[in-house]
């Protein structure tokens, strides 16, 4: 059910509150929730939105007047049907305050993501790794309270007493988190220095994350509360780390199976033998079998994607003889061939075939 925001709570004064007296709490709110002190906090965000609209109306006297006598009524109550929803958000707007409302909630932190990224070889065979960031994290001055060592303990909130939140006037009024105390439903009388009052700070953080065998690009490793700090006794929020796997420049891994293509010269080719391959774990010999040619596959076992207590998969190898440098030299390569035409024409029967065809004897 769409609601009224109220503004006088998103900026923590009372409905009669002087100019002079909207404008310090809006440039203390705004402050303290501005994007640039606080980089990818969604909810900083919004709340600095909320404080800026509601700053916007309450500072122009004529939009203030329009905005008072209309804000005790919810925006579009009669123009929607009635649902289970609209029925419970009725019942809450009514008799919210008769059954009484939690006082500062437990809030678990916020989960903290970061990206890894990897080489092929370190996903598939498994690795363990170093990670650096930024994030905000308990205050080691005041011990994650928010007051200052040895100061006045904090005091419950004047306007929201101690609730967190205000309920705007009217009958089908809704409840706003109050913003002279954020929601903390507290206000701190010596706030620590360090974080403000905040009882969090952002600082440097380390973690080390070992990824196991056979993990894949797009896994997701769950680090247990070492996220965010949480608020009123709530629990620390998680570290979630997404791994992200670079492009080899030969192998491509499909399964448990590692993919690649072997280049190799006609020579190479016709004559066969053992040829570097590269693989997760280095350099490899494969035996070619002679007069092999482009499309063969060929595998080395064991060689693929490793899992924990199962066996590694292989590595399938696709042949390409490569024929397209041939033609920088193509003189030289007519003359050599014209010289095994003659060698094998003093010889017929090395080339069975082909005297049968043009019935030669």
Not at 49 to 60: E, F, P, Q
Not at 319 to 332: F, M, Q, Y
């Amino acid at each position: 059910m769409a609601q009224h925001q109220d503004h006088y709570a998103v900026l923590g004064v009372a409905s009669g509150a002087t100019l002079d007296e909207i404008k310090r709490s809006y440039r203390r709110l705004a402050l303290a929730n501005h994007p640039d002190r606080h980089p990818g906090d969604v909810e900083a965000e919004e709340r600095f939105r909320a404080v800026s609209t509601a700053y916007a109306v309450l500072s122009d006297p004529v939009q203030r007047t329009k905005y008072d006598a209309q804000r005790h009524l919810p925006v579009g109550l009669f123009d929607q049907p009635v649902t289970m929803q609209t029925a419970r958000d009725l019942l809450s707007a009514v008799v919210g305050d008769v059954f009484g409302r939690q006082r500062r909630e437990r809030r678990r932190g916020r989960d903290v993501r970061y990206t890894l990224t990897v080489d092929l070889a370190e996903a598939a065979l498994g690795s363990e790794h170093e990670i650096q960031f930024e994030a905000l994290g308990p205050c080691v001055s005041c011990g994650g309270t928010g007051a200052k060592p040895d100061g006045r303990p904090p005091t419950t909130c004047p306007l929201c007493h101690g609730r967190g939140e205000v309920k705007g006037e009217g009958f089908l009024a809704r409840h706003t988190t109050c913003g002279r105390c954020t929601g903390t439903g507290m206000i701190q009388l010596d706030p620590c220095e360090t974080c403000r009052g905040r009882g969090a700070r952002r600082e440097a953080r380390s973690f080390k994350v070992r990824l196991p065998p056979g993990t894949e690009g797009g896994a997701e490793k769950v680090i247990q509360n070492h996220g965010e700090p949480g608020q009123f006794g709530g629990g620390p929020g998680n570290l979630r780390v997404t791994v992200s796997v670079r492009p080899h420049a030969w192998l491509r891994r499909e399964g448990q199976d590692i993919h690649c293509d072997l280049f190799v010269s006609p020579l190479e080719a016709a004559r066969g033998g053992k040829v570097p391959v590269p693989t997760l774990t280095g350099s490899a010999l494969l035996e070619l079998p002679p007069g092999v040619a482009t499309g063969a596959k060929l595998r080395l076992r064991g060689k693929g994607v490793p899992s924990e207590g199962g066996r590694a998969g292989d590595q399938l190898v696709t042949v390409v003889v490569e024929t397209a440098n041939l033609s920088s030299r193509a003189g030289a390569v007519a003359a050599a061939l014209e010289g095994l035409e003659r060698a094998l024409q003093a010889e017929p029967q090395a080339l069975p075939k082909r005297a049968a065809q043009r019935g030669l004897k």
